[in-house]
């Protein structure tokens, strides 16, 4: 089992920047790549930014050039910086954890943390 913690969310004015953190526990063997998700109210979960074991990189196009995923290995942790940040951004941000084990693939959730963006 992993375990999955973010923090960092909060409360920011529009422009404003935010990092976030993700940081990975237990058996942390084989991790194969961390991600950024969010939900907005009435929208359904999205994808916004992942990094893969081999540091290859993708962001969805509303973020893209505004927020940058990275990682510390050494810390099982992943960040995303959120800079120039919207109202859009507002909603409650997810981390993702991919494991592989050789024959199967597992995934495990945070319990997310808030990220508010108004004036």
């Known amino acids: 089992q992993v375990q999955v913690v973010e923090s960092g969310g909060g409360l920011v004015q529009p422009g404003g920047s935010l990092r976030l953190s993700c940081e990975a526990s237990?058996?942390?063997?084989?991790?194969?790549?961390m991600a950024w998700y969010r939900q907005a109210p009435r929208k359904r979960r999205e994808l916004v930014a992942s990094?893969?074991?081999?540091?290859?990189?993708f962001y969805d196009d509303s973020v893209k050039g505004r927020f940058t995923i990275s990682r510390d290995n050494a810390k099982n942790t992943v960040y995303l910086q959120m800079n120039s940040l919207k109202p859009e951004d507002t909603a409650v941000y997810y981390c993702?954890?991919?494991?592989?084990?050789?024959?199967?693939?597992?995934?495990?959730w945070g319990q997310g943390t808030q990220v508010t963006v108004s004036s």
């Open positions: 993702n954890v991919g494991q592989w084990d050789g024959a199967a693939s597992r995934s495990y």
């Open positions: 237990g058996s942390i063997f084989r991790i194969s790549g």
């Open positions: 990094i893969t074991n081999t540091a290859t990189t």
